[in-house]
Nanobody, 119 residues
Framework: QVQLVESGGGLVQAGGSLRLSCAAS????????MAWYRQAPGKQRELVAV???????NYADSEKGRFTISIDNAKNTVYLQMNTLKPEDTAVYYC?????????????WGQGTQVTVSS
């Protein structure tokens, strides 16, 4: 059984920074790609950024230049560095991992971590 554990959320003032982490634990898997999504109150969950195990990245337009996704394959951990945060970045941030297991790719979700940006 694979688990994703997120950390690093919290309350920050506008213009501040936070770094989210998400560690995958379990047995017999390799990372295909990992991503961060977020869901604000009353809104649909949306993609923030995605990274492959090889380091290729893609970002939502609104986060380009402010957020940086990175991965440590040795630790099975993905990070999201968020700078110049805005009140509209307030949301629950979810980590998802697409893992290769037994000749198939399976997806897993973390429990979410709250990010609140005050104005």
């Amino acid at each position: 059984q694979v688990q994703l554990v997120e950390s690093g959320g919290g309350l920050v003032q506008a213009g501040g920074s936070l770094r989210l982490s998400c560690a995958a634990s379990g047995r017999d898997f390799s990372i295909n790609r990992m991503a961060w999504y977020r869901q604000a109150p009353g809104k649909q969950r949306e993609l923030v950024a995605v990274i492959t195990s090889g380091g290729s990245t893609n970002y939502a337009d609104s986060e380009k230049g402010r957020f940086t996704i990175s991965i440590d394959n040795a630790k099975n951990t993905v990070y999201l560095q968020m700078n110049t945060l805005k009140p509209e970045d307030t949301a629950v941030y979810y980590c998802t991992a697409f893992l290769a297991q037994a000749m198939a790719v399976k997806s897993y979700w973390g429990q979410g971590t709250q990010v609140t940006v005050s104005s």
